[in-house]
Structures are given as structure tokens and as C-alpha cells.
């Protein structure tokens, strides 16, 4: 699944062993590291599209044939 409709921030660190480290700020625990940039942000974008993909396939079994209530709540 190709999230095209979707903008993220990638923030791409050169690590002193020469690698790079990739993460998305809008989805902290999306981390990926590759040999060199572009190659940390292919990764990375491999991420986000498994964890988001993920995400829809778990909201859909949970909704498929049951009731649910839905509430916001403040964390203090």
C-alpha cells in the first residue's frame, strides 16, 4: 500500500560509524538505518507503508462484526 495522499518528515542522521538512521517524526517509532541516505529513506519508507497497512488491518478486524465505542481522552 503507497500512502501517495500522505506527507511525513523524515530525519536522517549520519551515525560516526558512516551509517545513516532514519525516523519519522510524525510516527517516532518508525526507525530505519541503511549504508547510505537514500537508502535510510527507501527503508523508511518501506516502514511507514508496513506499519500503516498494519494499522488498517488491525482497525479492520476489531470493527469487522463487533460493536465499539469510541471516546477521547485527556492524558494528564
Not at 558512516?18 to 510524525?26: D, H, L, S, V, W
Not at 517516532?28 to 508496513?50: H, K, R
Request: some cysteine; aromatic content about 4%; glycine content about 4%.
Amino acid at each position: 500500500m503507497k500512502n501517495k495522499n500522505m506527507d511525513y518528515t523524515a530525519i536522517i542522521t549520519k551515525t560516526k560509524s558512516g551509517r545513516y538512521i532514519a525516523q519519522c517524526k510524525e510516527l517516532p517509532a518508525v526507525l530505519t538505518q541503511g549504508n547510505t541516505e537514500e537508502e535510510a529513506l527507501e527503508n523508511l519508507q518501506d516502514a511507514i507503508d508496513l506499519i500503516l497497512e498494519t494499522e488498517k488491518e488491525e482497525k479492520e478486524k476489531v470493527s469487522k462484526g463487533n460493536k465499539f465505542i469510541q471516546r477521547k481522552i485527556a492524558i494528564l
